[in-house]
């Protein structure tokens, strides 16, 4: 992925820098979190002062136009933006996050588990046996 910078426009009275650029992928269209991760490491800024605003892929393409904001202090960002643009700009970061968290920990847990099931499967055939002879007693009393 390439982040192309075409417009880049300081706003003095909020504090904050609006940004246009262009990015070629492959694949998939990327993620606002994958954006913003790349886009402060090409401007060196921190990546919680970066607002992706919109995301328009061209059609056929891999090619998008991208509009965001940089804040200069976290204050700032919050007096400013409304809290659904921040809240959507940081809950899929948080989100890999935490999915790459308790995916390490069940890879270990199946592992257990298989052990398990295995010492419950010889109780599980003697137990049809059984019913077969009861089944074969049945008739007998009738």
């Avoid at 200069?72 to 400013?80: G, L, P, Q, Y």
Wanted: zero cysteines; charged letters at 45%; glycine letters at 2%.
């Amino acid at each position: 992925m390439a982040i192309e910078i075409i417009e880049k426009k300081p706003a003095e009275l909020l504090n904050r820098e609006n940004i246009v650029a262009k990015v070629s992928f492959d694949g998939a269209t990327p993620s606002r979190a994958d954006l913003k991760k790349r886009l402060a490491a090409q401007l060196k800024t921190d990546e919680n002062l970066v607002i992706i605003s919109k995301i328009n892929t061209a059609f056929g393409k891999s090619l998008a136009m991208i509009k965001a904001r940089i804040y200069k202090n976290e204050a700032d960002m919050k007096k400013i933006e409304r809290k659904a643009v921040i809240k959507k700009n940081s809950k899929k970061a948080e989100k890999k996050e935490a999915a790459e968290k308790p995916a390490e920990a069940p890879a270990a847990k199946p592992e257990e588990k298989k052990e398990e099931p295995k010492a419950e499967e010889k109780p599980a055939e003697a137990k049809p046996e059984e019913k077969k002879e009861e089944a074969a007693e049945k008739p007998a009393e009738k």
